[in-house]
């Protein structure tokens, strides 16, 4: 190869690098606008706001993301990497009903953390396939949490295990802290309280 065809090549290979960088900043700019709009309170914003906060252009938004969906799908992604470590804590109890009690704690933190986020996918969920198999994860995932400490006279599917796994539910959650409207300690008691009067009725 000549020279003057290897400086050609370089000067290709770097502006084929600038510009996959200009496209990887653009995309962070949007994915980070959303969770500002969402985590800030606005559960449901338009393309034409998330661009505004992000300062790119409208044509940007889905050029990077083929539609609001992909843009959901990287939310959840960072969302989930976010709350991951404390998810993945292990319980904490000599007994399963002290460890469901640790859980209730974590919980209320986890929660906290993403509720914002997972109202706005609820908002479209029924819209989205994405959406909806992601709440439908995060189901499965809540509900295999508890399972996982259950003893074995109690059936993952029992009357007894219902009730747990909807006292510990992120619904349950959202009806104290959105519905309600209590505080975070307010609905953490709340929670507290409704799991060990559960507990009681529940043979060790």
Request: proline letters at 3%; hydrophobic letters at 45%.
């Amino acid at each position: 190869m000549q020279l003057n065809e290897i400086s050609k090549k370089i000067a290709n290979d770097n502006v084929i690098d600038g510009r996959r960088e200009c496209t990887r900043l653009a995309r962070e700019k949007v994915v980070a606008a959303l969770l500002e709009l969402v985590g800030g309170g606005n559960v449901a914003p338009t393309a034409a706001e998330v661009v505004e906060v992000a300062r790119v252009g409208l044509r940007s938004v889905f050029r990077y993301f083929e539609d609001m969906d992909a843009l959901y799908r990287e939310m959840s992604e960072k969302i989930e990497a976010k709350v991951l470590p404390n998810v993945l804590e292990p319980a904490i109890g000599a007994t399963w009903k002290e460890r469901l009690v640790h859980i209730a704690s974590k919980r209320a933190k986890v929660f906290e953390q993403i509720l914002p986020f997972r109202i706005s996918a609820n908002l479209k969920r029924f819209s989205s396939e994405f959406l909806m198999e992601d709440y439908r994860r995060m189901l499965r995932l809540e509900n295999a949490g508890i399972e996982a400490q259950l003893p074995e006279h109690i059936l993952p599917n029992s009357t007894a295990a219902h009730c747990i796994k909807s006292v510990l539910s992120f619904q349950n959650w959202r009806l104290l802290r959105h519905d309600q409207g209590l505080s975070v300690a307010q609905a953490s008691e709340v929670v507290r309280e409704l799991l060990i009067n559960v507990l009681k009725g529940i043979d060790d």
